[in-house]
């Protein structure tokens, strides 16, 4: 099971976080998080990582040159979106897309092939209607992975509350039954008791699980047992 750590602010919980073996770390450039790191300090803390291809950056731009800025900044080629429709999410893989796409014709639904991966965030409520469904297939088309968490006055990322798990299974057959390569993330208020309290379902149905509160003890200050204790979990 792959595991990704989120909201990472200082060095010794970088540095804990990549030998406890975790396969993203991300960090989060959204003003609104009390999570929040500056372009130039993530800038820094990946040029001290192990493995930088682990670095995942949390934004939520207000348009697609906003976006732009901030991958720019950072230099971090893997994105975890919290705003962005899939137009704007098409135009902004275009940019990066590789070399040998740039002349072909391709749909507005279609995927670039792009050197920028795109994971897309979607608040899920306590009841999937259709225009969330809708909302599901449509990013499923055109991003390299979803992320589903916990939604609050439309807003996702940072809540601390967890989804009901059969909200979320019913999210991930959607967007699998759309995108069989999606990759899934599955997070909100995910720790070390609820991941081994659902451990088959969640193995079974998502490629990563996304935690973040769950191995603190304040906002962006991070608790190594925890991280350690969480790594340690294994799949039977």
Do not use: W
């Not at 939520?60 to 137009?87: C, F």
């Amino acid at each position: 099971m792959n595991i990704k750590i989120c909201g990472i602010r200082r060095k010794e919980d970088l540095l804990v976080c990549e030998n406890a073996g975790a396969d993203l770390i991300g960090f989060i450039n959204i003003e609104r998080s009390k999570r929040l790191v500056k372009t130039r300090e993530i800038k820094d803390l990946k040029s001290s990582m192990k493995d930088q291809n682990k670095a995942i950056l949390v934004i939520e731009p207000g348009n697609v040159m906003d976006a732009y800025d901030r991958i720019e900044k950072t230099g971090l080629m893997k994105v975890q979106l919290h705003s962005l429709t899939t137009e704007e999410i098409i135009e902004l893989k275009k940019h990066y897309q590789t070399q040998d796409e740039e002349n072909k014709s391709i749909g507005p639904f279609e995927k670039y092939k792009s050197d920028l991966t795109v994971v897309r965030a979607i608040g899920l409520p306590e009841k999937i209607n259709s225009q969330k469904n809708r909302e599901i297939h449509d990013f499923a088309r055109v991003c390299d992975g979803l992320l589903f968490d916990s939604e609050n006055n439309g807003k996702t990322g940072g809540t601390g509350r967890q989804i009901p798990l059969e909200t979320a299974t019913e999210a991930a057959k959607i967007a699998k039954s759309c995108n069989p390569e999606l990759k899934l993330f599955i997070a909100g208020g995910m720790d070390k008791n609820r991941i081994e309290n659902d451990l088959k379902p969640i193995y079974n149905l998502f490629d990563f699980v996304d935690v973040n509160s769950g191995v603190e003890d304040a906002p962006g200050v991070k608790n190594a047992a925890k991280i350690n204790d969480l790594m340690e979990i294994k799949v039977i």
